[in-house]
């Protein structure tokens, strides 16, 4: 165990951690030297460049180029790799765009219901195509809510020009009219075809090529390849991705049948005996997609010894209000390295990535994660975005993405990407430590090979297919909460498990001994099977399940076993063979509940050689079986916010039975280590704290107990703090407005928007800020327009806003912002503020968002207004309830307390914190907390018989002004004094005491 560290050091491995760097704005050298320098300082291995459409120079213009030309040569200084990862949802202006644009079979389409009719026996149903629109019109039968495809009948194909009169025939038939359409980007650009191999052409013509000429051989050690994210599959509100000339013929030349008439199928509930059809053009679209832009991008990194990085799906860019994303369409092709965008829900994506990562491991290949996307869509404290990496690293990811780099920070970025941290974010300064943090786990990751038995939760894509419709998205919800709910079973029980897919079992061999190996994996194997969401299953896999039973291998269904299969429905055949399945004597097979789901795994013959039980919050501990340098172990982590205590039991996998009480364990964070003795004043409870990533294995090398004295916790009282800030409070305004109306004195069109705010005081200093609300150059500003508080209009400031008491508006430097002095203009009771455009005859744009107001003051809400108040007491520890809601800035929290006279060690222990923290006692710097565990040994700097002197310094992360979250900020849970000592000395500050465990060795 003492030479794991060395052990990981010494040898190579091929994980990386790159940042995603969007240029927006105005870019140049100077900043591209300075922001790469800090990146570099960071320990990043690379940078991935996403041209924004918002950037300065234009994307593929001479001037950038040049500044491309520069950021090369400032990476080989560094030692960074750069890669291209071009947006193509948001392309902005380039000539490659420009070809998209003007040329219509290179532009990404969508097929749409435009229409649609339920007609009956007797009724005609009468059609003139558009003259400017492709349009199809297909009728199929239909029983109530669903439809059958199987007497379709094409009613337009597309092609000319003639009315078309239908007369129904016997039954009851909906007409459906599909209507294609272009995908634009926010500024009415169209968006390249992904379904085109010729727009992937004119990629590489216009871009990929201009590359190479330029920069290959000259920096080919410098430029490594380029990234992409290809678009959803499934539909919604707006339709799904399509391509006339493309999918029409190659689904007939391949399938025998019209795709038109089977489309109906996406959009609508249709009857269980041809299900099939879903999932099939489901697959077909994924295929073909990957089979077109993709390849041929793959086809240019490889002619130039480059790597393409393939992460897939992006997200529904039409933006349907029923879409959930493609989770389950993992890049397929030989890609190098294959990954997922991670949009949305942070478990929804865990578990997609838990797929993919089984999948990839069967095929050797790597596989990369963004980080920073799902932790909160409007940004992320270091601390969630540690939390978010190392689930990452135990699971098996190679190459971690950090997102949210941005060139020019935006306070209301409209991109795609959330910000995360952003130059000039005091998170930023922290993400060197969080880089280190992360390359060790990645190495640890890298070095041991993952084996033992498990149980499979089987990912259950084509079922999810199968059921999907965007008007009711049940399917989905329910598969990913039992796959959910049977993960935080089989964690809670202390099984290892895996989530794999479909394809993955049927690849599978089944032994005599009743197990399920893989080809390609000689280190696991599976003697369970749990099937979280099966209503229609595939009859080749169904076969499968037939077999495993046959083997006695554990199969549960969640909820119920299937009702029928994707080919033949609810026969009475296939549910003859249900019954018979899970009515087997072998007693092997079972569905139900989750807690039935629990009783049939609870048995020893499940569980791993290191044996835990009684796990308090298991549903966030991760254990992976591993083995490094030839130690078994596992490898734990707590992936939650709160500790997870769990029940260690004897190893019984030893000759010498009194060794098997004892373990060790390794912390791959820090490099600590823990003897544990089971038998030494009940140490068989140990307690994991939030983010903490283990090793743990059976101790071989020595029989020293450690020592162990009594502890207990005392808990400091929450009235007891007191709070300050050391920056202006903000908020924005309340009750915004924006209208556009006539200006009297110039005659012309003019914007004006208002918003208010109340104050139950005044005379205090106020000021009125705004962030990137306005696209302004500040000379012209008030030429354009004109800023008004109740009615007195207000100039901009030429200079900062001064300090006060130390205290100024923001962490950046304010002559970036445009900002007002309001403290004059600001009355007792409501204040207006009103900004109105000057009324020239090019209008300007509108005021997007907001301004905020900067005051040294508590803010509380009144309905739907902001209230400027006094000093107030909070009886709670986040800052929001001391009227500090959108602070941008540090929370400083102050406290005096006491302590026993007698103890070996004393630790503070803060429970949950909203982000970094320094901590200060008796005046003696700790330095930054960044993350769980907020845990610090303060024995030296404690005074006996007097009173010590606390102060904690919050540090608040970006998003809560940037995107007004309404997460909580500050100390966030309670704080207690961990005393390591004779408890007949014990002082309490509260009767309330709790035993609590041990950390590591100091």
């Known amino acids: 165990m003492k030479g794991i560290a060395e052990y990981i050091k010494d040898r190579g491995h091929d994980s990386t951690i790159w940042a995603l760097w969007a240029w927006n704005g105005v870019i140049t050298e100077e900043e591209i030297r300075l922001q790469l320098g800090k990146l570099g300082e960071t320990g990043v291995d690379g940078v991935i460049i996403r041209p924004s459409s918002d950037m300065f120079p234009l ?5 950038f180029w040049k500044l491309f030309d520069v950021l090369l040569s400032i990476a080989r200084e560094r030692g960074v790799s750069v890669m291209l990862g071009d947006d193509f949802s948001r392309p902005g202006e380039s000539p490659f765009l420009a070809d998209v644009s003007g040329k219509q079979h290179l532009r990404a389409a969508r097929l749409a219901v435009e229409e649609e009719h339920n007609l009956e026996e007797g009724d005609t149903f009468n059609f003139t195509p558009s003259p400017v629109r492709k349009q199809y019109v297909v009728a199929v039968q239909r029983n109530k809510r669903k439809i059958y495809l199987s007497d379709a009948q094409t009613l337009f194909d597309g092609e000319g020009s003639e009315h078309v009169e239908w007369a129904v025939p016997e039954g009851h038939w909906k007409v459906v009219v599909f209507e294609v359409t272009y995908d634009a980007s926010c500024d009415g650009e169209y968006l390249p075809n992904f379904f085109s191999m010729k727009a992937g052409q004119t990629y590489v013509n216009v871009v990929l090529d201009e590359f190479a000429q330029r920069y290959l051989p000259t920096y080919e050690d410098v430029f490594r390849g380029v990234f992409c994210e290809v678009p959803a599959l499934l539909p919604s509100k707006a339709g799904v991705p399509w391509d006339d000339d493309l999918l029409i013929s190659k689904y007939r030349s391949r399938y025998k049948r019209n795709l038109i008439e089977t489309m109906p199928a996406l959009f609508y509930e249709v009857a269980d005996n041809e299900i099939k059809y879903r999932p099939h053009v489901y697959s077909f679209l994924q295929d073909t997609l990957y089979d077109r832009f993709p390849a041929v991008v793959d086809k240019w990194v490889k002619q130039n010894s480059l790597s393409l990085w393939v992460a897939g799906p992006e997200g529904d860019r039409a933006g349907g209000s029923q879409y959930l994303p493609d989770l389950f369409s993992h890049p397929k092709g030989d890609f190098d390295v294959i990954g997922t965008c991670r949009r949305g829900s942070r478990r929804v994506n865990d578990i997609s990535l838990l797929s993919l990562l089984a999948r990839a491991r069967m095929e050797n290949k790597p596989v990369f994660s963004i980080l920073g996307r799902s932790v909160r869509m409007d940004g992320a404290s270091i601390g969630e975005l540690k939390q978010e990496a190392l689930f990452f690293a135990v699971n098996g990811v190679s190459h971690i993405i950090i997102d949210g780099i941005k060139f020019n920070r935006n306070y209301r970025y409209e991109e795609v990407s959330p910000q995360v941290l952003s130059f000039g974010s005091p998170d930023f300064f922290t993400m060197k430590d969080l880089v280190t943090l992360t390359r060790s786990n990645l190495n640890f990751s890298a070095q041991c090979e993952r084996y033992g038995d498990s149980v499979a939760v089987v990912f259950p894509s084509s079922s999810i297919m199968s059921d999907y419709n965007p008007d009711s998205p049940t399917a989905i919800k329910t598969a990913y909460r039992n796959i959910m709910e049977s993960i935080a079973c089989l964690q809670e029980l202390g099984i290892n498990f895996e989530v794999v897919d479909e394809q993955m079992l049927l690849d599978c061999e089944i032994t005599k001994d009743g197990v399920l190996l893989h080809k390609d994996d000689e280190y696991s194997s599976i003697t369970g099977v749990i099937f979280p969401y099966a209503r229609l299953i595939n009859n080749s896999f169904f076969v499968k399940v037939e077999q495993m039973s046959k083997k006695k291998i554990a199969l549960f269904f969640v909820d119920a076993p299937p009702e029928g299969s994707f080919d033949d429905g609810h026969s009475p055949s296939f549910i003859k063979r249900v019954h018979k399945l899970v009515r087997a004597k072998t007693k092997r097979v079972d569905y139900g509940s989750c807690e039935k789901l629990r009783e049939m795994f609870a048995e020893d013959s499940f569980r791993g050689e290191i044996k835990t039980k009684g796990i308090t919050n298991p549903a966030v501990l991760w254990k992976k079986n591993v083995e490094i340098n030839g130690v078994d172990g596992y490898w734990l982590f707590n992936a939650g916010t709160e500790d997870s205590t769990l029940r260690l039991f004897p190893y019984e996998n030893t000759e010498d039975d009194e060794n098997g009480d004892r373990y060790i364990a390794y912390d791959i964070t820090t490099g600590n280590t823990l003897r544990i003795d089971l038998e030494s004043h009940n140490r068989d409870l140990f307690t994991l704290f939030p983010g903490q990533s283990l090793f743990m294995s059976y101790d071989e090398e020595s029989r020293e107990e450690t020592p162990i004295t009594n502890k207990y916790r005392i808990k400091l009282k929450e009235d007891r703090w007191k709070f300050d800030t050391d920056s202006l409070n903000s908020f924005p305004l309340s009750r915004w407005s924006s209208k556009i109306g006539i200006n009297r004195n110039a005659g012309s069109l003019t914007y004006y928007s208002e918003g208010h705010f109340v104050s139950h005081e005044f005379g205090y200093e106020a000021y ?17 327009f004109r800023v008004s508080l109740n009615g007195r209009e207000l100039l901009p400031m030429k200079k900062r806003i001064p300090e006060q008491d130390g205290k100024a508006a923001f962490f950046d430097d304010s002559s970036t912002l445009l900002i007002y002095d309001m403290s004059e203009a600001v009355v007792k009771g409501n204040n207006r503020v009103l900004i109105l455009s000057n009324g020239e005859p090019d209008l300007p744009d509108p005021v997007k968002y907001p301004p905020f107001v900067a005051v040294d003051n508590p803010v509380d809400k009144s309905g739907k207004v902001w209230t400027v108040i006094g000093k107030r007491k909070n009886d709670v520890y986040e800052w929001g309830g001391f009227g500090y809601p959108f602070l941008l800035g540090t929370g400083v929290y102050s406290m005096t307390f006491e302590v026993p006279n007698l103890f070996e060690s004393i630790y ?10 320094e901590v200060i006692l008796n005046g003696v710097s700790y330095g930054v907390l960044q993350w769980s565990p907020y ?17 904690v310094k919050v540090q608040n992360t970006l998003d809560v002004i940037n995107h007004l979250s309404a997460e909580k900020s500050g100390i966030l849970g309670p704080v207690y004094l961990d005393i390591y000592g004779d408890k007949s000395s014990e002082k309490s500050l509260e009767e309330d005491e709790e035993v609590v465990r041990d950390d590591f060795d100091e």
């Open 59 to 63: 994307y593929l213009s001479d001037e």
């Open 768 to 784: 009125l800020v705004f962030l990137d609300s306005i696209p302004h150059d500040k000379g012209t500003l008030n030429k354009r």
């Open 908 to 917: 503070l222990n803060f429970t949950k914190l909203s982000g970094s923290a």
């Open 935 to 951: 845990r610090l040994n303060i024995t030296e700097q404690i005074k006996l018989k007097e009173r010590n002197e606390l102060v």
